[in-house]
């Protein structure tokens, strides 16, 4: 039986463009699926200013592990409006009582029940458009 000698050549700069390097090969697919997974974040977040849809951002990282994208939101509700929230009460924080206009009339009082919120889960719904 005959024997072949097989050699490999190892380049780590090129393994590493190709695994590590945003604009590799690896990279540009991760981008490609992160910009489908926040374009329908975008249009599944709840719409009331806009504030929250606009907000929503990609970012692309490598560390020691690979690559990475992450997708999120920077103000402080978006986990509240992503997670939802138990019913809860609502007291003033700097005066003696809430204001707020229901009906055309302006009610004043000093605490509110709040039936909390449902759950919009407007990220990891859309988890299925990578596999």
Excluded: C
């Excluded at 990609?58 to 994208?69: N, S, V």
């Excluded at 919120?117 to 988890?127: C, F, S, V």
Aim: positive net charge.
């Amino acid at each position: 039986m005959a024997v072949t000698k097989t050699t490999i050549i190892f380049r780590p700069r090129a393994l590493d463009f190709l695994l590590n390097d945003p604009y590799g090969p690896v990279g540009r697919h991760l981008f490609a699926r992160g910009r489908l997974i926040m374009a329908a974040a975008k249009n599944q977040v709840g719409v009331k200013t806009g504030r929250l849809k606009a907000s929503i951002h990609m970012r692309q990282e490598r560390d020691p592990l690979g690559q990475q994208i992450r997708i999120g939101s920077p103000l402080s509700y978006a986990l509240m409006h992503h997670e939802g929230t138990r019913p809860h009460i609502i007291t003033p924080n700097r005066a003696q009582v809430l204001r707020f206009s229901s009906g055309g009339r302006v009610i004043y009082t000093h605490a509110v029940k709040h039936p909390g919120t449902r759950p919009n889960r407007y990220l990891t719904d859309n988890l299925y458009l990578i596999r």
